[in-house]
Protein backbone atom coordinates (compact mmCIF):
# COMPACT_ATOMS: atom_id res chain seq x y z
CA UNK A 1 0.00 0.00 0.00
CA UNK A 2 2.58 2.36 1.36
CA UNK A 3 3.99 1.77 -2.32
CA UNK A 4 1.33 2.72 -4.44
CA UNK A 5 0.66 5.58 -2.04
CA UNK A 6 3.97 7.12 -3.18
CA UNK A 7 3.74 5.86 -6.84
CA UNK A 8 0.66 8.11 -7.04
CA UNK A 9 1.71 11.18 -5.13
CA UNK A 10 5.27 11.52 -7.00
CA UNK A 11 3.60 11.06 -10.55
CA UNK A 12 1.34 13.26 -9.37
CA UNK A 13 4.29 15.83 -8.99
CA UNK A 14 6.17 14.62 -12.29
CA UNK A 15 3.19 14.82 -14.21
CA UNK A 16 0.21 17.70 -13.28
CA UNK A 17 2.71 20.63 -12.81
CA UNK A 18 3.96 23.94 -15.26
CA UNK A 19 5.36 27.37 -15.15
CA UNK A 20 6.88 29.44 -17.68
CA UNK A 21 4.84 30.68 -21.38
CA UNK A 22 6.22 28.60 -24.00
CA UNK A 23 9.00 31.21 -24.73
CA UNK A 24 10.32 29.96 -28.44
CA UNK A 25 6.83 31.65 -30.02
CA UNK A 26 8.75 35.26 -29.06
CA UNK A 27 11.35 35.17 -31.77
CA UNK A 28 8.81 33.53 -34.31
CA UNK A 29 7.55 36.44 -36.42
CA UNK A 30 5.38 34.81 -38.93
CA UNK A 31 3.07 33.47 -36.18
CA UNK A 32 0.72 35.92 -34.80
CA UNK A 33 0.54 34.20 -31.41
CA UNK A 34 4.05 35.70 -30.72
CA UNK A 35 2.13 39.44 -29.79
CA UNK A 36 0.63 36.95 -26.32
CA UNK A 37 4.38 37.31 -24.88
CA UNK A 38 4.79 40.95 -25.87
CA UNK A 39 2.24 43.19 -26.94
CA UNK A 40 4.77 45.57 -29.03
CA UNK A 41 5.56 42.72 -31.32
CA UNK A 42 4.09 42.85 -34.46
CA UNK A 43 3.28 40.11 -36.21
CA UNK A 44 4.13 39.98 -40.37
CA UNK A 45 0.66 39.35 -41.68
CA UNK A 46 -1.40 41.96 -42.64
CA UNK A 47 -4.63 40.13 -41.15
CA UNK A 48 -4.99 37.37 -39.25
CA UNK A 49 -8.02 35.01 -37.50
CA UNK A 50 -7.34 32.35 -35.07
CA UNK A 51 -9.56 29.52 -35.75
CA UNK A 52 -11.79 28.85 -32.32
CA UNK A 53 -10.63 26.79 -29.38
CA UNK A 54 -7.70 25.42 -31.47
CA UNK A 55 -5.42 28.29 -30.24
CA UNK A 56 -4.06 26.87 -27.19
CA UNK A 57 -1.12 26.86 -24.24
CA UNK A 58 -0.20 24.60 -21.82
CA UNK A 59 2.62 25.25 -19.02
CA UNK A 60 3.58 22.50 -16.41
CA UNK A 61 5.92 22.73 -13.54
CA UNK A 62 7.07 21.55 -10.30
CA UNK A 63 10.20 22.18 -8.19
CA UNK A 64 10.49 18.98 -7.69
CA UNK A 65 13.31 17.43 -9.88
CA UNK A 66 13.13 13.39 -11.39
CA UNK A 67 16.77 12.87 -10.56
CA UNK A 68 15.54 12.92 -6.97
CA UNK A 69 13.60 9.34 -7.23
CA UNK A 70 17.35 7.78 -7.30
CA UNK A 71 19.85 7.39 -5.06
CA UNK A 72 23.34 5.72 -5.43
CA UNK A 73 25.05 3.59 -2.60
CA UNK A 74 27.67 1.44 -3.63
CA UNK A 75 27.59 1.11 -7.22
CA UNK A 76 23.71 0.19 -7.29
CA UNK A 77 20.61 2.89 -7.87
CA UNK A 78 17.20 2.79 -5.08
CA UNK A 79 14.19 4.33 -5.76
CA UNK A 80 11.53 5.96 -3.24
CA UNK A 81 10.18 2.69 -3.43
CA UNK A 82 12.90 1.08 -1.38
CA UNK A 83 13.99 0.93 1.94
CA UNK A 84 17.48 1.82 1.11
CA UNK A 85 16.48 5.03 -0.49
CA UNK A 86 16.96 7.79 2.45
CA UNK A 87 13.91 10.55 2.36
CA UNK A 88 16.11 13.13 4.78
CA UNK A 89 18.18 13.66 2.10
CA UNK A 90 14.99 14.41 0.41
CA UNK A 91 13.31 16.78 3.34
CA UNK A 92 16.20 18.58 3.04
CA UNK A 93 16.07 19.47 -0.59
CA UNK A 94 12.63 20.71 -0.12
CA UNK A 95 12.04 22.13 3.28
CA UNK A 96 8.54 23.78 2.28
CA UNK A 97 7.23 21.15 0.31
CA UNK A 98 6.45 19.95 -3.30
CA UNK A 99 4.94 22.62 -5.60
CA UNK A 100 2.96 21.53 -8.33
CA UNK A 101 1.44 23.75 -10.98
CA UNK A 102 -0.47 23.98 -14.24
CA UNK A 103 -1.69 26.76 -16.38
CA UNK A 104 -3.70 25.98 -19.17
CA UNK A 105 -5.10 28.57 -21.64
CA UNK A 106 -7.41 28.80 -25.17
CA UNK A 107 -8.63 31.24 -27.25
CA UNK A 108 -12.00 30.88 -28.01
CA UNK A 109 -12.11 34.24 -30.56
CA UNK A 110 -8.97 35.74 -31.56
CA UNK A 111 -7.39 38.09 -34.03
CA UNK A 112 -6.29 41.16 -35.61
CA UNK A 113 -5.14 43.70 -38.41
CA UNK A 114 -2.37 46.39 -39.73
CA UNK A 115 -3.76 49.86 -39.67
CA UNK A 116 -0.77 52.01 -41.13
CA UNK A 117 2.33 51.95 -38.24
CA UNK A 118 0.27 50.18 -35.81
CA UNK A 119 -1.34 46.74 -35.34
CA UNK A 120 -4.12 45.90 -33.58
CA UNK A 121 -5.65 42.51 -31.97
CA UNK A 122 -8.53 41.30 -30.28
CA UNK A 123 -9.20 38.43 -28.50
CA UNK A 124 -11.05 36.34 -25.63
CA UNK A 125 -9.37 33.80 -23.72
CA UNK A 126 -9.97 31.18 -20.90
CA UNK A 127 -7.91 30.38 -18.20
CA UNK A 128 -7.80 27.85 -16.03
CA UNK A 129 -4.75 28.19 -12.87
CA UNK A 130 -3.53 25.96 -10.65
CA UNK A 131 -0.97 26.30 -7.86
CA UNK A 132 -0.93 24.11 -5.34
CA UNK A 133 1.74 22.68 -2.64
CA UNK A 134 2.06 19.47 -0.89
CA UNK A 135 4.48 19.61 2.67
CA UNK A 136 7.52 17.46 3.25
CA UNK A 137 5.18 16.11 6.25
CA UNK A 138 3.23 14.13 4.40
CA UNK A 139 5.50 12.14 2.96
CA UNK A 140 7.01 12.04 6.48
CA UNK A 141 3.82 10.76 7.22
CA UNK A 142 3.70 7.72 4.62
CA UNK A 143 7.09 6.68 5.12
CA UNK A 144 7.36 6.94 8.55
CA UNK A 145 3.94 6.24 9.95
CA UNK A 146 2.47 7.83 13.04
CA UNK A 147 4.85 6.41 15.82
CA UNK A 148 4.48 7.91 19.57
CA UNK A 149 5.31 11.29 20.04
CA UNK A 150 5.40 12.56 16.33
CA UNK A 151 4.83 16.15 15.64
CA UNK A 152 4.08 17.26 11.92
CA UNK A 153 3.21 20.03 10.40
CA UNK A 154 0.99 20.52 7.05
CA UNK A 155 0.73 24.81 7.16
CA UNK A 156 2.40 24.69 3.86
CA UNK A 157 -0.64 22.67 2.26
CA UNK A 158 -1.86 25.15 -0.28
CA UNK A 159 -4.52 24.16 -2.89
CA UNK A 160 -5.55 27.35 -5.42
CA UNK A 161 -7.85 27.06 -8.56
CA UNK A 162 -8.35 30.17 -10.72
CA UNK A 163 -10.84 29.60 -13.48
CA UNK A 164 -11.73 32.72 -15.36
CA UNK A 165 -12.06 34.44 -19.16
CA UNK A 166 -10.28 37.62 -20.42
CA UNK A 167 -11.43 39.48 -23.09
CA UNK A 168 -8.51 41.71 -24.56
CA UNK A 169 -7.61 44.08 -27.27
CA UNK A 170 -3.68 45.32 -28.11
CA UNK A 171 -2.10 48.09 -29.60
CA UNK A 172 1.27 47.90 -30.60
CA UNK A 173 2.42 51.49 -32.63
CA UNK A 174 5.60 52.48 -34.17
CA UNK A 175 6.12 55.87 -32.26
CA UNK A 176 9.62 56.57 -33.92
CA UNK A 177 11.84 54.31 -36.67
CA UNK A 178 13.39 52.64 -34.14
CA UNK A 179 11.07 52.57 -31.09
CA UNK A 180 7.68 50.64 -31.05
CA UNK A 181 5.71 50.29 -27.99
CA UNK A 182 3.08 48.28 -27.26
CA UNK A 183 -0.18 47.17 -24.46
CA UNK A 184 -2.80 44.96 -23.81
CA UNK A 185 -5.68 45.39 -21.70
CA UNK A 186 -8.29 43.07 -20.57
CA UNK A 187 -11.20 42.54 -18.98
CA UNK A 188 -11.71 39.67 -17.07
CA UNK A 189 -14.75 37.89 -15.72
CA UNK A 190 -14.44 35.35 -12.97
CA UNK A 191 -15.81 31.97 -13.05
CA UNK A 192 -14.22 29.67 -10.06
CA UNK A 193 -11.76 30.55 -7.21
CA UNK A 194 -10.70 28.90 -4.56
CA UNK A 195 -7.54 30.08 -2.35
CA UNK A 196 -6.31 28.33 0.97
CA UNK A 197 -3.83 29.36 3.43
CA UNK A 198 -2.66 27.87 7.32
CA UNK A 199 -0.67 29.71 9.74
CA UNK A 200 -0.75 26.55 11.71
CA UNK A 201 -1.49 23.21 10.98
CA UNK A 202 -0.22 21.01 13.00
CA UNK A 203 -0.69 17.13 13.91
CA UNK A 204 0.53 15.40 17.37
CA UNK A 205 0.31 11.53 17.94
CA UNK A 206 0.77 9.63 20.72
CA UNK A 207 -0.67 5.75 21.88
CA UNK A 208 -3.18 7.83 24.09
CA UNK A 209 -4.68 10.40 21.50
CA UNK A 210 -4.21 12.23 18.14
CA UNK A 211 -4.38 16.54 18.20
CA UNK A 212 -5.08 18.68 15.45
CA UNK A 213 -4.09 22.16 15.94
CA UNK A 214 -6.08 24.14 13.05
CA UNK A 215 -5.53 28.01 12.09
CA UNK A 216 -6.25 28.86 8.87
CA UNK A 217 -8.56 30.48 6.01
CA UNK A 218 -10.27 29.35 2.87
CA UNK A 219 -12.54 31.17 0.60
CA UNK A 220 -14.19 30.09 -2.16
CA UNK A 221 -16.44 31.49 -5.27
CA UNK A 222 -18.42 28.58 -5.92
CA UNK A 223 -22.43 27.80 -6.36
CA UNK A 224 -22.67 26.02 -3.15
CA UNK A 225 -24.62 27.04 0.25
CA UNK A 226 -22.40 25.84 3.32
CA UNK A 227 -24.10 27.65 6.04
CA UNK A 228 -27.68 26.33 7.83
CA UNK A 229 -30.72 27.93 8.37
CA UNK A 230 -29.01 29.59 11.67
CA UNK A 231 -26.25 31.38 9.46
CA UNK A 232 -23.79 28.97 11.33
CA UNK A 233 -21.49 26.51 9.45
CA UNK A 234 -23.60 23.41 8.03
CA UNK A 235 -22.87 19.72 8.13
CA UNK A 236 -20.42 18.51 5.19
CA UNK A 237 -23.43 16.11 3.78
CA UNK A 238 -25.40 19.18 4.55
CA UNK A 239 -23.79 21.43 2.15
CA UNK A 240 -25.96 21.82 -1.33
CA UNK A 241 -24.10 22.72 -4.54
CA UNK A 242 -25.94 24.71 -7.66
CA UNK A 243 -24.64 22.47 -10.59
CA UNK A 244 -26.64 24.60 -13.14
CA UNK A 245 -24.60 26.14 -16.29
CA UNK A 246 -25.75 29.44 -15.69
CA UNK A 247 -23.57 29.26 -12.53
CA UNK A 248 -20.47 28.76 -14.18
CA UNK A 249 -20.93 31.23 -16.94
CA UNK A 250 -18.64 33.85 -16.67
CA UNK A 251 -19.82 36.90 -14.74
CA UNK A 252 -19.47 40.73 -14.69
CA UNK A 253 -20.44 40.23 -10.92
CA UNK A 254 -16.47 38.43 -10.36
CA UNK A 255 -14.83 41.82 -12.80
CA UNK A 256 -11.47 42.33 -12.80
CA UNK A 257 -8.80 44.16 -14.92
CA UNK A 258 -5.36 43.06 -16.49
CA UNK A 259 -2.63 44.69 -18.46
CA UNK A 260 0.67 43.63 -20.43
CA UNK A 261 2.68 46.43 -21.67
CA UNK A 262 6.01 45.56 -24.17
CA UNK A 263 8.92 47.98 -26.00
CA UNK A 264 11.04 46.81 -28.80
CA UNK A 265 14.20 49.43 -29.93
CA UNK A 266 16.15 48.38 -32.76
CA UNK A 267 19.55 49.54 -32.03
CA UNK A 268 20.56 49.27 -35.96
CA UNK A 269 19.55 47.12 -39.00
CA UNK A 270 20.24 43.79 -37.32
CA UNK A 271 20.25 43.95 -33.10
CA UNK A 272 17.07 44.71 -31.41
CA UNK A 273 15.99 44.47 -27.56
CA UNK A 274 12.67 44.21 -26.23
CA UNK A 275 11.05 43.64 -23.01
CA UNK A 276 7.56 42.90 -21.46
CA UNK A 277 5.65 43.11 -18.22
CA UNK A 278 2.56 41.15 -18.61
CA UNK A 279 -0.58 39.86 -16.40
CA UNK A 280 -0.43 43.03 -14.19
CA UNK A 281 -3.81 42.72 -12.70
CA UNK A 282 -6.35 41.42 -10.13
CA UNK A 283 -10.17 39.66 -10.18
CA UNK A 284 -12.58 40.55 -7.59
CA UNK A 285 -14.71 38.29 -6.39
CA UNK A 286 -18.51 39.29 -5.17
CA UNK A 287 -20.85 36.48 -6.20
CA UNK A 288 -21.29 33.00 -5.05
CA UNK A 289 -18.19 33.70 -2.33
CA UNK A 290 -17.80 31.91 0.27
CA UNK A 291 -15.06 32.13 3.38
CA UNK A 292 -14.32 29.77 6.21
CA UNK A 293 -12.14 31.09 8.89
CA UNK A 294 -10.83 28.26 11.50
CA UNK A 295 -9.06 28.37 14.38
CA UNK A 296 -8.89 26.02 17.32
CA UNK A 297 -8.19 22.38 18.34
CA UNK A 298 -9.62 19.01 18.03
CA UNK A 299 -8.59 15.59 20.16
CA UNK A 300 -9.32 11.72 18.72
CA UNK A 301 -9.27 9.24 21.52
CA UNK A 302 -9.40 6.29 19.70
CA UNK A 303 -12.84 3.90 18.86
CA UNK A 304 -14.22 2.62 22.40
CA UNK A 305 -16.37 -0.74 22.12
CA UNK A 306 -17.59 -2.25 25.64
CA UNK A 307 -19.14 -5.32 23.94
CA UNK A 308 -17.23 -8.02 22.24
CA UNK A 309 -19.80 -8.94 19.65
CA UNK A 310 -18.04 -8.52 16.08
CA UNK A 311 -21.54 -7.16 14.99
CA UNK A 312 -21.18 -4.27 17.67
CA UNK A 313 -17.46 -3.49 16.76
CA UNK A 314 -18.44 -3.25 13.23
CA UNK A 315 -21.18 -0.91 13.68
CA UNK A 316 -18.99 0.67 16.02
CA UNK A 317 -15.90 1.83 13.94
CA UNK A 318 -18.51 2.43 10.96
CA UNK A 319 -20.03 5.02 12.82
CA UNK A 320 -16.91 6.64 14.48
CA UNK A 321 -15.52 7.26 11.36
CA UNK A 322 -18.64 9.01 9.74
CA UNK A 323 -18.49 11.33 12.53
CA UNK A 324 -15.05 12.11 13.10
CA UNK A 325 -15.89 14.76 10.25
CA UNK A 326 -18.78 16.41 12.21
CA UNK A 327 -16.42 15.64 15.46
CA UNK A 328 -13.76 18.27 14.16
CA UNK A 329 -15.84 20.60 12.57
CA UNK A 330 -18.21 20.70 16.03
CA UNK A 331 -14.69 21.54 17.95
CA UNK A 332 -13.15 23.69 15.52
CA UNK A 333 -15.82 25.75 15.31
CA UNK A 334 -15.67 26.91 11.76
CA UNK A 335 -16.94 30.38 10.94
CA UNK A 336 -18.85 31.03 7.66
CA UNK A 337 -18.66 34.18 5.40
CA UNK A 338 -20.08 35.51 2.16
CA UNK A 339 -17.47 38.61 2.16
CA UNK A 340 -16.09 39.90 -1.09
CA UNK A 341 -12.43 39.21 -1.60
CA UNK A 342 -9.94 40.10 -4.16
CA UNK A 343 -6.83 37.78 -6.27
CA UNK A 344 -3.64 39.04 -8.11
CA UNK A 345 -2.80 37.37 -11.12
CA UNK A 346 0.21 36.02 -11.66
CA UNK A 347 2.79 38.98 -13.71
CA UNK A 348 5.53 37.60 -15.96
CA UNK A 349 8.57 39.71 -17.08
CA UNK A 350 10.54 38.43 -20.50
CA UNK A 351 13.67 40.65 -21.80
CA UNK A 352 14.87 39.50 -24.98
CA UNK A 353 17.28 40.38 -27.96
CA UNK A 354 17.53 39.59 -31.14
CA UNK A 355 20.09 39.43 -33.70
CA UNK A 356 19.65 39.14 -37.85
CA UNK A 357 22.76 38.47 -39.95
CA UNK A 358 20.45 38.38 -42.88
CA UNK A 359 16.49 38.48 -43.46
CA UNK A 360 15.48 35.30 -42.86
CA UNK A 361 17.53 33.88 -40.00
CA UNK A 362 18.14 35.16 -36.44
CA UNK A 363 19.12 34.48 -32.91
CA UNK A 364 17.21 34.99 -29.92
CA UNK A 365 18.05 35.45 -25.95
CA UNK A 366 15.09 35.52 -23.89
CA UNK A 367 15.22 35.93 -19.91
CA UNK A 368 11.65 34.66 -18.48
CA UNK A 369 10.68 34.95 -15.29
CA UNK A 370 7.11 34.17 -13.15
CA UNK A 371 6.17 35.28 -10.00
CA UNK A 372 4.52 32.33 -8.82
CA UNK A 373 4.47 32.64 -4.93
CA UNK A 374 6.08 31.41 -2.79
CA UNK A 375 9.13 30.86 -5.42
CA UNK A 376 10.08 33.30 -8.31
CA UNK A 377 10.59 31.10 -11.84
CA UNK A 378 13.47 31.99 -13.63
CA UNK A 379 14.45 30.71 -17.43
CA UNK A 380 17.05 31.44 -20.13
CA UNK A 381 16.51 30.94 -23.56
CA UNK A 382 18.80 30.84 -26.80
CA UNK A 383 17.26 29.81 -29.80
CA UNK A 384 18.35 30.04 -33.79
CA UNK A 385 15.17 31.15 -35.85
CA UNK A 386 14.13 30.95 -39.13
CA UNK A 387 11.52 33.48 -40.54
CA UNK A 388 11.75 33.44 -44.40
CA UNK A 389 9.19 36.52 -45.76
CA UNK A 390 7.91 34.41 -48.75
CA UNK A 391 7.13 32.05 -45.75
CA UNK A 392 5.09 28.74 -46.21
CA UNK A 393 7.54 27.00 -43.39
CA UNK A 394 9.29 28.69 -40.20
CA UNK A 395 11.32 26.95 -37.78
CA UNK A 396 13.31 27.80 -34.09
CA UNK A 397 15.03 26.03 -32.01
CA UNK A 398 17.51 26.33 -29.07
CA UNK A 399 18.10 25.60 -25.37
CA UNK A 400 16.46 26.61 -22.35
CA UNK A 401 18.09 26.40 -18.73
CA UNK A 402 15.81 27.05 -15.78
CA UNK A 403 17.13 27.88 -12.67
CA UNK A 404 17.32 25.12 -9.87
CA UNK A 405 16.39 23.02 -13.21
CA UNK A 406 17.84 21.57 -16.23
CA UNK A 407 19.30 22.53 -19.79
CA UNK A 408 16.72 21.58 -22.20
CA UNK A 409 15.78 21.78 -25.48
CA UNK A 410 12.99 23.65 -27.49
CA UNK A 411 11.53 23.67 -31.14
CA UNK A 412 8.63 25.00 -32.48
CA UNK A 413 7.58 25.48 -36.63
CA UNK A 414 5.15 26.69 -38.43
CA UNK A 415 3.90 25.59 -41.95
CA UNK A 416 1.59 28.12 -44.14
CA UNK A 417 -1.06 26.24 -46.79
CA UNK A 418 -2.05 29.36 -48.98
CA UNK A 419 -4.30 31.53 -46.39
CA UNK A 420 -4.49 28.70 -43.63
CA UNK A 421 -1.10 28.52 -41.06
CA UNK A 422 -0.35 25.53 -38.46
CA UNK A 423 2.11 25.93 -35.55
CA UNK A 424 3.67 24.11 -33.00
CA UNK A 425 6.01 24.94 -30.12
CA UNK A 426 7.33 22.54 -27.60
CA UNK A 427 9.80 23.80 -24.49
CA UNK A 428 12.04 21.93 -22.63
CA UNK A 429 12.35 18.70 -23.52
CA UNK A 430 15.03 16.66 -22.00
CA UNK A 431 18.55 16.61 -23.30
CA UNK A 432 20.24 14.66 -20.54
CA UNK A 433 19.59 10.67 -19.70
CA UNK A 434 21.38 8.67 -17.66
CA UNK A 435 21.29 4.96 -16.88
CA UNK A 436 20.45 3.53 -13.44
CA UNK A 437 21.53 0.67 -12.44
CA UNK A 438 18.64 -1.04 -9.82
CA UNK A 439 18.44 -3.83 -7.40
CA UNK A 440 15.60 -6.18 -7.19
CA UNK A 441 15.05 -6.85 -3.92
CA UNK A 442 12.23 -9.71 -4.35
CA UNK A 443 13.87 -11.36 -7.32
CA UNK A 444 17.38 -10.65 -6.24
CA UNK A 445 18.38 -9.70 -9.74
CA UNK A 446 19.45 -6.59 -11.49
CA UNK A 447 17.74 -4.15 -13.83
CA UNK A 448 18.75 -0.98 -15.85
CA UNK A 449 16.63 1.85 -16.72
CA UNK A 450 17.49 5.08 -18.86
CA UNK A 451 15.37 8.50 -17.57
CA UNK A 452 16.08 12.19 -17.43
CA UNK A 453 18.64 13.20 -15.23
CA UNK A 454 17.44 16.47 -14.50
CA UNK A 455 13.44 17.58 -15.38
CA UNK A 456 11.40 19.46 -13.93
CA UNK A 457 9.36 21.53 -16.43
CA UNK A 458 7.37 21.70 -19.99
CA UNK A 459 5.86 23.78 -22.41
CA UNK A 460 4.17 23.51 -25.34
CA UNK A 461 1.67 25.24 -27.66
CA UNK A 462 -0.45 24.41 -30.69
CA UNK A 463 -2.81 26.48 -32.98
CA UNK A 464 -4.42 27.72 -36.69
CA UNK A 465 -4.93 30.66 -38.32
CA UNK A 466 -6.40 32.07 -41.38
CA UNK A 467 -3.82 34.54 -42.51
CA UNK A 468 -4.34 37.53 -44.91
CA UNK A 469 -1.03 39.36 -46.43
CA UNK A 470 1.35 37.02 -44.37
CA UNK A 471 4.49 39.02 -46.12
CA UNK A 472 3.54 41.75 -43.83
CA UNK A 473 5.97 45.01 -44.36
CA UNK A 474 9.23 45.16 -45.81
CA UNK A 475 12.22 43.96 -44.40
CA UNK A 476 14.79 46.65 -43.72
CA UNK A 477 17.66 46.43 -46.45
Given at each position: ????V?????????F????????????????????????????????????P????????????????????????????????????????????????????????????????????T???????????????D???????????G????????R????????????????????????????????????R?????????T????????????????????????N?EM????????N???????????N?????????????????????????????????????I???????????????????????N?????????????????????????????????????????????????????????P??????S????????H???S???????S????????M????????L???T???????????????????K?IS?????Y????????????????????????
Open positions: MKKILSILFASLFGAIAQTSTSLYFMENVPQSTKLNPALQPRTNIFVGIVLNFYENLHTNFNVKNLFQEKNGLTYTFLQKEFEYNQLYSKYKHGFSLNNDFSTSLLSGGFRLGKAYIISYDAHIDLRSNIPSAFKLIDRGLPDSNLSFKDLFNTLIYTDLSAALSAKLTDNLTAGVRAKQILGITDITKFNQLDLYSKDKWELKLDGKVDVALPIDITDEGALIDSITISSVKSFIPSLRPGWGFDFGTQYDINEKLSISAALNNIGFVVWARQTNNTMKGKYTYTGIHCETSSLNDIRDVVNSFENIADSIQTQIKPKPGHKTYATALTPSLLIGSEYKPCRCFSVGILSATKFSKSIDQQFVSANFNPRDWFATTGFNYIKGALTASGMSINLKVQLYVIDNIPLTYRSYILPESETSKINAPSFNNFSMAFGMNIMVGSSGPKDKK
